[in-house]
């Protein structure tokens, strides 16, 4: 680094041994909550449902858990347009870098961004959980 | 001449000495007990090919089933080691580990007393000696200490800027998991149910590895999205880093696919209806409609073909491209540095 960024300098700290031994807690803790999943699953395992059978289609079929708004958003759409939505929004979803280019102005920016983060979560979520109970 | 060796090694001669000691009694001891084991089985197999077995404590379940078992040579019981059942088999692999462990500490320590005392210089440790061993051949210490002193600002100490170093070892995480499960599952119709309750019941810790991976697998999707929502919050993805977010988005994507793709495998009536429903949603999209169809079925309905593909994009295509776009994404945050909040 060059000897101009004091102030980079004062307000950082090297990434070995400071930074990689933070992150290597974490690692450690997320061993951990994976050991205890783990004997936890060896009591109350994962388990499967019943044997696959195309002649038979069971009353409820229903995504898991995170294609469950859309699985619900589709109850209310056409087929069509719910299946072209997703493919919209994951497009927009990719390229919004290069839809977003202005620098922020101020930390209003990311206030704004927060609610909008906050709405369409809450409208995900309610979505998820209609899903779930419906 | 001894009195000289002892000022150096002042404090670690009497502990060296009762290791010493110790490791002559163990390999006394592993010598004797390997030849003991020798010949015990020996003698069992004597008399397992004369008699009926009288203490056959191996298989009770294989021996009870059977009126005549089946020689030592063609056990019947594939699965033993396993499930667990057959005990015998760690037993001399743990027996050398440990005393052959403590014969090497104790040759070691033989060899490093002696070259202190033929040389005459303090002992250079073997850590230092591997590094620079490794450095005379691949030259790496300079542009790795360069990585390894990078300074990284202290904001990035905060809980929410390990969202995306957890996913990345979630994933990790999921490669072993994977791995074992791989080892025992079979992606057929007729297997691949039977396959997975094996695993649930039959395979040691089978269970505990599949709760692990399915858990891990929604953990990582979790962290996936609570990681893009940070850096969209913050703003993170602005210039110059605007393709990271690129190979994120990407990244988020190959999760969902492996997902998809994996919720299929253990072929029950949930795995097996939410492909049907999902792959023809695919299927109603207009212009590619059919071809999404027919790509992910592999024809018009789900089939053994579907089961086939869905394994080999879950287990080979999928990690390939997840490992490749994590690289870019390594990369480019190890160029660029953490962003920086405003």
């Known amino acids: 680094m060059q000897k101009t960024e004091t102030k980079q300098e004062r307000e950082s700290i090297p990434f070995y041994p400071d930074h990689l031994s933070t992150e290597l807690k974490v690692m450690g803790g997320i061993l951990l909550l994976a050991a205890v999943v783990g004997i936890v699953g060896l009591f109350l395992p994962v388990g499967t449902g019943e044997p696959a059978d195309p002649m038979n289609t069971p009353v409820h079929v229903k995504p898991e858990w995170y294609f469950l708004f859309l699985y619900q958003l589709l109850k209310f759409i056409p087929k069509t347009t719910g299946a072209v939505l997703p493919v919209i929004a994951v497009i927009v979803l990719i390229l919004w870098p290069f839809l977003d280019r202005r620098a922020d102005p101020s930390q209003k920016a990311r206030l704004y961004r927060g609610i909008a983060v906050a709405v369409i979560l809450i409208a995900i979520l309610a979505l998820t959980i209609w899903g779930e109970v419906s | ?342």
């Open chain 2, 1 to 342: 001449m001894n009195r000289r060796l002892r000022a150096e090694n002042g404090r670690i001669t009497v502990l060296r000495r009762a290791l010493a000691l110790a490791a002559i009694l163990a390999l006394l001891v592993v010598f004797l007990s390997a030849f003991q084991s020798r010949v015990q089985a020996k003698a069992n197999l004597e008399a397992r090919g004369a008699s009926p077995p009288a203490g056959e404590a191996v298989l009770p379940v294989a021996a009870a089933a059977q009126p005549t078992p089946a020689p030592v040579e063609k056990d019947t019981c594939l699965h033993c080691h396993i499930s667990g059942e057959d005990k015998g088999l760690w037993t001399p692999l743990m027996r050398w580990s440990i005393f052959g462990g403590v014969g090497l500490a104790f040759l070691f320590g033989m060899y490093r007393s002696a070259s202190v005392w033929t040389s005459r210089a303090p002992w250079k440790p073997l850590r230092l000696r591997a590094a620079e061993w490794l450095d005379e051949r691949y030259q790496v210490s300079e542009p790795l200490s360069k990585i390894l002193n990078k300074p990284v600002p202290t904001s990035a100490l905060r809980w929410w800027y390990c969202l995306g170093g957890i996913t990345a070892f979630l994933f990790v995480v999921q490669a072993g998991t994977g791995i074992m499960l791989a080892f025992y599952y079979k992606p057929t119709p007729q297997e691949a149910f039977a396959s997975i309750q094996f695993i649930e019941n039959q395979v040691r810790f089978g269970a505990a590895i599949r709760a692990v991976h399915h858990w891990a697998a929604n953990g990582m999707i979790v962290m996936c999205m609570a990681h893009m929502l940070r850096v969209f919050i913050m703003g993170a993805y602005k210039n110059p880093r605007e393709l990271n977010w690129v190979s994120g988005a990407l990244l988020l994507i190959l999760t969902l696919a492996f997902g998809f793709t994996g919720y299929l495998l253990p072929w029950d009536q949930r795995a097996f209806w939410a492909t049907t429903v999902g792959s023809e949603i695919a299927g109603s999209l207009p212009v590619i409609g059919d071809l999404a169809l027919v790509f992910l079925r592999v024809g018009w309905n789900v089939t053994a073909l579907t089961l086939s593909r869905f394994y080999a994009l879950h287990v080979i295509a999928l990690p390939i491209f997840t490992l490749a776009f994590m690289g870019t994404h390594f990369l480019m945050v190890r160029r660029l540095g953490i962003a920086e909040a405003l």
